[in-house]
């Protein structure tokens, strides 16, 4: 692994940990995640393996990474204060099956690149699955992570500033 796969790894957790304490949604919130898992898929996908069980994997852990997503965001906080933004604020299921994701995403790529890769390398052959294809899974695993967490935590924080009272100011100017 390199200094950037450490990086990004880093950064992906961080930026979930970060939510423990509640913060403001706002663009960075969005955009941030989306940006680093785009570089990540332009940089490290090459290509994706259709052959044998290869696409099987792939979808897999794609959907594995969805559901991690999804589970993340729908166990974080959001409410409203009258601000512009929402705040949002990630429990412990939350900033822990994110963490319990990209976390173990990082110890098998570790494990792969140290001691585990005959392992793999067998287990692939016995199952019919290019080795290629362990990264475009996990790499897609990563970006079914984000963009189900990212849009839904979007979807959340818009309508729960949709559904907010109007503030005084507004109502008296109605009156």
Not at 32 to 50: D, Q
Not at 153 to 159: A, C, E, F, I, P
């Amino acid at each position: 692994m390199t200094f950037t796969d450490y990086l990004i790894d880093s950064v992906l957790v961080l930026l979930v940990l970060r939510q423990i304490r509640e913060t403001r949604f706002g663009r960075v919130q969005v955009i941030l995640p989306l940006a680093v898992i785009a570089w990540a898929v332009k940089t490290y996908l090459r290509a994706v393996p259709t052959s044998g069980n290869s696409l099987l994997l792939i979808a897999v852990l794609t959907v594995v990474g969805v559901g991690f997503g999804v589970v993340s965001a729908v166990t974080t906080r959001v409410r409203v204060d009258g601000g512009p933004a929402a705040l949002v604020r990630a429990g412990r299921t939350a900033a822990g099956i994110w963490v319990l994701s990209m976390g173990s995403r990082f110890a098998f790529i570790v494990w792969l690149t140290h001691s585990g890769g005959p392992t793999v390398y067998r287990w692939s052959t016995a199952h019919a699955i290019d080795m290629r294809a362990w990264a475009a899974a996990l790499l897609l695993m990563a970006l079914g992570e984000v963009v189900a967490r990212t849009a839904i935590m979007l979807v959340r924080t818009r309508r729960a500033l949709a559904a907010q009272p109007a503030s005084r100011d507004a109502q008296l100017v109605s009156s």
